[in-house]
């Protein structure tokens, strides 16, 4: 996570040791003396690069559609070259890979990539016939090139590397390509890459600009490194939230490559780095793989000993996170090799040193390492052939590393989030089942417990004997851990250094992104399954003559079937509480939709048709409003009329462009209603009465100024419901800043006596069995304990202080922690008693009445075999962190990553979503981001909530006459 929490990490720029600019006494040479193409006896009939481009290769970058146009061409005029659309960015620009070979096998691409899936599954072909097949099969290569979109050199040499292969008429590349298939993947994030060719020609000059502080080099906010919603698409490799992954996982998965070329940037002073990475290696990465990276690196290595370039391996990149594209290829069992260039972008740039790099040099390391790698590949094919069916056997094999394994998804009754789990698998390659009998099994749970379990009919189940064995494993399995040698490391560095070695977050566990119950079971897949597939059937039409219409509140897609519904003036009204209508148990949090508010039958039909129909979500027609028993009747207290949301999102200034784009994605995709976006620098002259909910989210650089905190605060008073997000939360629950009754540390030290009764009270209100006896008990009892610890004392504020930045230094990259759930507050809607929230480096928040916090870290068992009871029963107080522990109760936090014991004593406890009333209106704290890659659907769904139901829950709008 540590990607997210620096500036310098998102324009991609490292620190930077500079000599002295004013002093350029003579004009350095910016041509680059050897042109990248030469050498090589090319074929005069496929038209160069520069007579396509209009200028040479280096002298600027090329523009997502002069790639387009030029990989056309190519295509158009070499047999050995085809050109394949895999996906539509959201801008509508193409992503394509272009297929680079001879002829022959050109005109053999399909059944190529037939051959080689039936490769990848080995349980369908005998052992002969995989011999026979692989010897006939060419290998195939996946060079994919500036996926951050801001890191352009590697796309103008996928360009130069294409026209190589295409072009050159020396023996060695046609042996080459007799040997290979080439698919290049030109431009990963063409809308980045627009994003930044526009900012490039905005800030061209006459004078060429060589210095990397200047705007040319550095670009704005939100720079290009990301896509449209300002994703990283170089972390989205196991999610697949973004189409151009989606196609991208669907099109190189679907061609099984041996090697996997990725190439980025990096800051402008530094060299050139590749694979390996250090450690700490993730450990479903196919074993036999490792030397083969070593290798392909070693030549890589000796192409630039050759030209006397600079060049490392292993010093910062790590390979835990498995989204990265190289990393995810590996898991499948490619060798997966990252390129990072010195940054550059068209003028070049004064080094340190007193040198300029230029631009073409830069394409030219890019070109040379790639011809390096294919080169190696086409050396040890067959080896390498051989070592990706040996992986693929021991994934499938009955005796593999994988085979007495599988996962369980419990089926909640979410719906929605059921399939986006199934439709996720299956993008990945991923075979799921469903039980159509009771299971009885052993099963260890996301906190490590284990107990004997009946899983009931429905359960989804995935084995990990399967093709795809190691990428389920890296997805599934709740808590790799790293070797104890790479802990001590990382503990050196942070006593050391007070830096991280880790590059990202270290825990990704899929059940627990999409906030899914789930076990793991020590057993192969059992017979009494059926295959699931998500097929989804459009919703029956209504015709809008019931009573009303329900849609569930289990399920994430009622949140957005509510916003949808509102702002096409429809009435909807959302049940508080779970109730039965027509002999149908519905969750709380489900959506009702009346004739009573709505009396136009055709309107209300058309409004319910269109939003199911979009949502593919159905609704329950209810003929009686009667609710038996004490169960709510429709036409009571319990169903709370929704207000239309119109929503602002603040933006640009010192917001967080990852986090914003999160919650941009949510409004605009997900729930899918229109909203608006406001400059932080305008927010002065901005009218907040338009709006009834606005959001600040994360920040990355500074406060808002105290002006623009007294106008929100004047209309959140006035009737609004202000979300605030991260560091944007930690500075409203500042004394006077927005809250009362919430305070970050190491301010909340100040207060712990309210915080710690605060956390009691709530246990108390969940926990308290025993109160028959003393209730009626006529008499007054001498013994009466309070909840609090007799012996409260807390040390002084300054060791407390003291003990707080200790502990911080130890906070997380991006860890699972378990957190309990108030779940009968309206913000909780959908979620479970236990939802795991992924908690980087944030502010810890807490909280106390009148404040309400629905989700706060920690989640409780009995301390009989909690891990956190070990103190004595003799010692006075058992505190958790901060805070004591009621009485016989044990305290869980982590579920998954590395979470060091300090961090876990500093979060204990804090308030991770919380509530407070300002007037009319109310402030809605998130102490860390609830959207963390468009992928944690557990705690988006609270973000959901908040954004859809905020005006009509938890504040008070004025009637308007
Ligand atoms: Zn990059």
Redesign the pocket.
């Known amino acids: 996570m540590r990607a997210m929490q620096t500036l310098v990490a998102i324009i991609?720029f490292g620190s930077i040791p500079f000599a002295a600019l004013g002093e350029t006494a003579a004009e350095p040479d910016l041509e680059y003396p050897v042109p990248i193409l030469a050498g090589a006896n090319y074929d005069p009939d496929i038209p160069t690069l520069e007579s396509l481009l209009g200028f040479s290769v280096g002298k600027r970058i090329a523009a997502p559609a002069e790639i387009e146009a030029v990989i056309n061409a190519y295509a158009k005029a070499s047999s050995r070259v085809a050109v394949f659309e895999y996906a539509r960015s959201y801008e509508g620009r193409g992503l394509y890979y272009v297929a680079i070979s001879t002829p022959d096998n050109i005109a053999r691409l399909d059944e190529i990539r037939g051959g080689w899936a039936k490769i990848a599954d080995p349980r369908e072909i005998e052992s002969d016939d995989a011999d026979e097949l692989l010897q006939q099969l060419p290998a195939v290569a996946w060079m994919a090139y500036s996926?951050?979109g801001n890191?352009t050199s590697g796309a103008d040499a996928a360009l130069a590397l294409a026209y190589h292969l295409a072009a050159a008429r020396d023996p060695q590349v046609e042996a080459l390509l007799r040997d290979t298939v080439v698919l290049i993947d030109p431009m990963m994030n063409p809308d980045g890459r627009h994003r930044t060719s526009e900012q490039l020609a905005q800030h061209r000059g006459r004078q060429r600009n060589i210095d990397d502080q200047s705007l040319l080099h550095t670009g704005y906010w939100p720079w290009g490194r990301t896509n449209h919603y300002l994703f990283d698409l170089?972390r989205d490799w196991i999610y697949g939230v973004n189409p151009e992954s989606r196609g991208r996982i669907a099109a190189a998965g679907g061609w099984n490559p041996l090697l996997f070329v990725d190439a980025?940037?990096m800051g402008a002073q530094d060299t050139y780095l590749f694979s390996p990475p250090r450690d700490p290696h993730n450990p479903n990465f196919p074993p036999s793989l490792g030397p083969w990276v070593e290798r392909f690196a070693e030549d890589q290595a000796r192409a630039f000993d050759a030209n006397h370039w600079p060049y490392y391996t292993g010093e910062w990149n790590e390979g835990w996170y498995p989204g990265y594209s190289n990393a995810w290829a590996g898991l499948r069992g490619a060798v997966g090799m990252l390129y990072e260039q010195a940054s550059v972008d068209e003028d070049g740039i004064l080094r340190a040193d007193g040198s300029v790099l230029t631009y073409s040099q830069a394409i030219h390391h890019q070109f040379v390492s790639s011809l390096a790698n294919l080169q190696t590949l086409h050396a040890n094919a067959d080896q390498l052939k051989r070592n990706f069916l040996e992986i693929r056997r021991a994934a499938v094999g009955a005796n593999g590393p994988y085979a007495r394994r599988s996962f369980a998804i419990l089926a909640d009754g979410n719906q929605g989030r059921i399939e986006r789990f199934v439709d996720l698998m299956q993008l990945q390659g991923i075979e799921v089942y469903r039980l159509t009998q009771p299971l009885m099994t052993r099963a260890t749970d996301q906190l490590g417990r284990t107990s004997s379990v009946r899983l009931p009919v429905g359960t989804l189940l995935v084995p990990n004997r399967q093709p795809e064995a190691n990428l389920v494993a890296t997805l599934l399995e709740f808590d790799p851990r790293m070797p104890e040698e790479t802990l001590k490391k990382e503990r050196r560095e942070l006593l050391m250094r007070n830096d991280s070695r880790i590059y990202d977050v270290t825990s990704w566990n899929i059940s627990m992104m999409f906030g899914l119950e789930a076990l793991e079971l020590p057993i192969a897949l059992p017979q009494q399954v059926e295959p699931v597939s998500t097929t989804i059937a459009a919703p029956v039409a209504v015709d809008g003559t019931a009573l009303a219409y329900v849609f569930d509140g289990r399920d994430d897609r009622s949140v957005a079937a509510a916003a949808r519904l509102a702002v096409r003036g429809l009435t909807a009204r959302v049940g508080e509480k779970e109730f039965t209508l027509d002999g149908t148990a519905f969750a709380r949090g489900s959506v009702v939709v009346t004739r009573y508010d709505n009396r136009d039958e055709q309107e209300l039909a058309g409004a319910i048709n269109a939003v199911a129909a979009q949502l593919k979500i159905a609704p329950t027609a209810i003929t009686s409003g009667w609710g038996p028993g004490d169960a709510p009747d429709l036409g009571g207290g319990y169903f709370v009329r929704l207000t239309a949301p119109t929503i602002a999102v603040l933006a640009r200034g010192g917001i967080r462009p990852y986090d914003y784009g999160n919650v941009w994605k949510l409004l605009d995709q997900d729930i899918g209603i229109r909203h608006s976006q406001i400059d932080e620098a305008l927010l002065a002259e901005t009218d907040l009465r338009r709006y009834n909910v606005l959001v600040l989210p994360d920040r990355w650089q500074g406060e808002l100024d105290s002006a623009a905190v007294e106008r929100i605060n004047d209309w959140v008073a006035a009737g609004g419901t202000l979300i605030a997000i991260g560091q944007s939360a930690a500075q409203l629950a500042q004394p006077d800043q927005g809250v009362d009754a919430v305070r970050a540390l190491p301010q909340a030290l100040e207060e712990l006596q309210t915080f710690e009764l605060a956390v009691l009270r709530e246990a108390m209100a969940d926990q308290d069995t025993r109160l028959g006896d003393s209730v009626w008990s006529h008499g007054v009892t001498t013994d009466y304990r309070f909840p609090w610890p007799a012996d409260a004392d807390w040390p002084e504020i300054e060791e407390l202080q003291k003990r707080d930045d200790w502990l911080k230094l130890f906070m997380p990259q991006g860890a699972f922690v378990a957190a309990r759930v108030d779940t009968e507050h309206w913000l909780s809607f959908g979620s479970p008693a236990t939802l795991p929230v992924l908690y980087g480096n944030a502010p810890v928040l807490f909280s106390a009445p009148p404040a309400e916090t629905p989700v706060r870290l920690g989640a409780y068992r009995p301390a009989a075999d909690a891990q956190s009871s070990a103190a004595g029963e003799d010692e006075a107080v058992r505190r958790a962190g901060w805070l004591a522990l009621p009485d016989e109760q044990g305290l869980d936090l982590r579920m998954s990553g590395l979470l060091w014991p300090e961090a876990a004593q500093r979060m204990a406890h804090g308030a991770y979503l919380v509530r407070e009333t300002v007037g009319d209106g109310q402030i809605i704290l998130f102490a860390a981001p609830p959207s963390f890659r468009g992928a944690t659907l557990g705690t988006m769904r609270l973000l959901a909530n908040a954004l859809v139901y905020g005006p009509g829950f938890g504040s008070s709008q004025a009637i308007r006459p």
């Open positions: 991609g996926i951050h890191e170089n980025h940037e």
